[in-house]
């Protein structure tokens, strides 16, 4: 079973026990549809952290709404074990402005972006509109599966 925690690291935008519970169904939803295995941390941040993070890892001195990475099999401290540990990173104030654009809530926003980047985690890209297009229509049916869209 793949385990998520959830970090806030902006005050005053914590995730209803409710929406956390959905993170939680989707993490297992995806695990089951695309193979997904270990912990994934989702970590909600700022704009400053996440152009941070951009600039860092993808050369992009600006903020952007989603980034994944998968660490590969790290030593459990607990024990003699390997835990597969994967990161999703949100900026809750991107999120907040795509939203007000797209007509939806915050929360169908987040978890829009938190499953592009359980999907990222699964190997997929968007290199291409063609790509970009497909990723998109899995990640609504993901949503509309487990209740969070219209089907």
């Known amino acids: 079973m793949t385990k998520l925690l959830v ?10 026990t409710t929406l956390i519970a959905s993170f939680e169904a989707l993490t297992q939803s995806v695990a089951h549809a695309h193979n997904l295995i270990g912990t994934v941390s989702l970590i909600l941040i700022d704009d400053d952290q996440m152009c941070t993070l951009n600039s860092q890892f993808r050369s992009k001195n600006r ?3 989603v980034l994944s990475f998968d660490l590969g ?7 003699s074990e ?3 540990c994967k990161e999703i990173y949100i900026s809750v104030q991107q ?7 797209l007509g939806v809530s915050p929360s169908e926003e987040l978890a829009r972006l938190f499953v592009h980047g359980l999907l ?3 190997g ?3 290199e291409t509109e063609d790509k970009l297009h497909v990723m998109e229509q899995e990640t ?3 949503l509309a599966r487990s209740g969070l869209l219209p089907q």
Do not use: F, Y
């Open 7 to 16: 970090e806030n690291e902006v005050e005053g935008s914590e995730l209803t």
């Open 63 to 65: 903020t952007t709404d």
């Open 73 to 79: 099999p790290l030593p459990d401290l607990q024990g």
């Open 82 to 84: 390997e835990v597969v």
């Open 95 to 101: 999120a907040h402005r795509q939203a007000l654009d």
């Open 120 to 122: 990222h985690l699964c």
């Open 124 to 126: 997929w890209d968007h």
């Open 140 to 142: 609504d049916a993901i």
